[in-house]
T-cell receptor, first 111, second 111 residues
Framework: EDKVVQSPLSLVVHEGDTVTLNCSYEVTNFRSLLWYKQEKKAPTFLFMLTSSGIEKKSGRLSSILDKKELFSILNITATQTGDSAIYLCAVEAQWGNKLVFGAGTILRVKS | DTGVSQDPRHKITKRGQNVTFRCDPISEHNRLYWYRQTLGQGPEFLTYFQNEAQLEKSRLLSDRFSAERPKGSFSTLEIQRTEQGDSAMYLC?????????FGPGTRLTVT
């Protein structure tokens, strides 16, 4: 059965800190890994990763995939209180098909 | 706003009643997905459509659940004879290629 595990489950940091969120997976036919940010409503798309070793970057957020070791990390630098959210990792096991999500990492950034 | 929309946003119902939720995807998206999310968990896949065809259903989708997407546009998810265990956030997502974009969700509370 396809499985996605995120760590840590929750994290509290101060504004300006850098955080690293982890996602490991076991799937039968890996196609892509996606990161989402969820505040009090719908998950919003951050990144899609398909190739190992290629960093995707958007502002203070960046992510990279290691297909050999079956994990991905999401980095957030110079954190702000607006970064407080649940960060979800999901894996697409077939083209255009369902996503298998991890339980998420709850990030709280204190001012 | 041209994002995914869902209606209603909140629904409180008594055990045993039927409920129906609606999802309007982004207009050019041919794939539509339903997920269910409970507290502390990531979204779990329920079913998905490509145009009007329902291509996959999770084993989580008991015979009390039915989903339709007539004409390949909006979709409805009906739950018959609701149970307290059905209380959750029901999320709809749509895609045209790979990234799935989520709607705001319908929060169902069964009393």
């Amino acid at each position: 059965e396809d499985k996605v595990v995120q760590s840590p489950l929750s994290l509290v940091v101060h504004e300006g800190d850098t955080v690293t969120l982890n996602c490991s997976y076991e799937v039968t036919n890996f196609r892509s890994l996606l990161w989402y940010k969820q505040e009090k409503k719908a998950p919003t798309f951050l990144f899609m990763l398909t190739s190992s070793g290629i960093e995707k970057k958007s502002g203070r957020l960046s992510s990279i995939l290691d297909k050999k070791e079956l994990f991905s990390i999401l980095n957030i630098t110079a954190t702000q209180t607006g970064d407080s959210a649940i960060y979800l990792c999901a894996v697409e096991a077939q083209w255009g098909n369902k996503l298998v999500f991890g339980a998420g990492t709850i990030l709280r950034v204190k001012s | 706003d041209t994002g995914v929309s869902q209606d209603p946003r909140h629904k409180i119902t008594k055990r045993g009643q039927n409920v129906t939720f609606r999802c309007d995807p982004i207009s050019e998206h041919n794939r539509l997905y339903w997920y269910r999310q409970t507290l502390g968990q990531g979204p779990e896949f329920l079913t998905y459509f490509q145009n009007e065809a329902q291509l996959e259903k999770s084993r989580l989708l008991s015979d009390r659940f039915s989903a339709e997407r007539p004409k390949g546009s909006f979709s409805t998810l009906e739950i018959q004879r609701t149970e307290q265990g059905d209380s959750a956030m029901y999320l709809c997502a749509s895609s045209s290629h790979r990234e799935q974009y989520f709607g705001p969700g319908t929060r169902l509370t069964v009393t």
